[in-house]
């Protein structure tokens, strides 16, 4: 498949070192980098004095020492959560811990959807299920403090309580792990739900701010005509989905290697959760059938119109 996503893949901050990106907002790498997490997660602080940090990261002392050193002399305030991965949400104890902040969520983790019987959590080693959030923040509500104002944008998918906070008087948003300069984000049942995802997608194309900052590499710059990449994208893996089904019924491992070519072998099994994500969606709208729910072992065929 071609590369039809503008893809910026520069991003050079080492991890420990603290650096303002924008008026008011300072950034800090953790030391975690992966496939699925590129350089690492990206913490962010907001504010000068009364501070908010946002995505504490993973459990590592070496990333909470530094982003305590960063706010040596403020006040943590808050610390908000974009979503309950263990690469952005179990750092909020450690925080919370040394500094007294009041974490800030969508809420605890939870699956898009209810299990299958059999199914398990397939992703659970990603997942932080202690998480959980001192104010439950309701989608387009904000918590402010001192100089600041964080508004909750609820956009599930990637997980069910993925939330992005857009900085009230700018065009800033801090959009976790849902859009990302450097690649598409998995989104992997029963998580995620690609229905949610393309719906949270659309949510974010309709909003003002064109400055994203992920959690996982550089800003993503003009924003609305990326996110509407993104949606290209998606609806462009749906296709290739569809047209391969046209050819006869087929399982997950077929599709993935009849849709992504040259994949890094450690990315396959994700990619088979994406492609579940898609046929799920798929099935719920009646253009593809299996035999009983959607699952990852599945056999998938057109429903001839
Ligand atoms: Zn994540």
């Not at 040596?72 to 949400?89: I, K, M, P």
Request: with cysteine; aromatic share 6%.
């Amino acid at each position: 498949m071609p590369e039809d996503i503008p893809f910026d893949r520069s991003f050079d901050l080492p991890p420990g070192r603290v650096e303002e990106v924008a008026p008011g907002v300072r950034r800090l790498l953790a030391d975690n980098p992966s496939p699925f997490t590129f350089k690492g997660t990206v913490s962010y602080i907001v504010g000068r004095g009364r501070v908010a940090i946002i995505d504490p990261g993973p459990d590592d002392e070496r990333h909470v020492a530094a982003l305590l050193e960063a706010v040596r002399g403020e006040t943590v305030t808050h610390v908000f959560v974009t979503h309950t991965h263990r690469d952005h949400s179990p750092a909020a104890a450690a925080v919370k811990a040394a500094t007294g902040a009041v974490t800030v969520g969508e809420g605890p983790h939870r699956a898009a959807r209810p299990l299958h019987v059999g199914e398990a959590t397939r992703l659970e080693a990603s997942a932080d299920t202690a998480f959980r959030p001192d104010i439950v923040l309701p989608d387009g509500e904000a918590v402010s403090d001192s100089g600041w104002s964080l508004e909750g944008v609820a956009t599930p998918g990637h997980t069910a309580n993925h939330m992005g906070f857009a900085l009230a008087g700018t065009p800033l948003l801090f959009c976790g792990d849902h859009v990302m300069a450097w690649s598409t984000p998995v989104v992997a049942p029963p998580d995620g739900a690609m229905s949610d995802y393309m719906a949270s997608l659309r949510k974010l194309a309709q909003r003002p701010e064109d400055l994203y900052f992920p959690g996982h590499g550089g800003a993503v710059r003009d924003a609305p005509a990326f996110v509407a990449a993104y949606i290209r994208h998606r609806e462009g893996r749906e296709a290739a989905i569809l047209h391969r089904l046209e050819k006869g019924a087929a399982d997950i491992p077929t599709l993935v290697r009849a849709i992504y070519i040259g994949l890094d072998p450690r990315l396959v099994s994700a990619a088979g959760l994406s492609v579940l994500a898609h046929l799920e969606d798929l099935v719920a709208r009646g253009a593809v059938a299996t035999d009983g729910p959607a699952s990852v072992t599945g056999t998938y065929r057109l429903v001839s119109g």
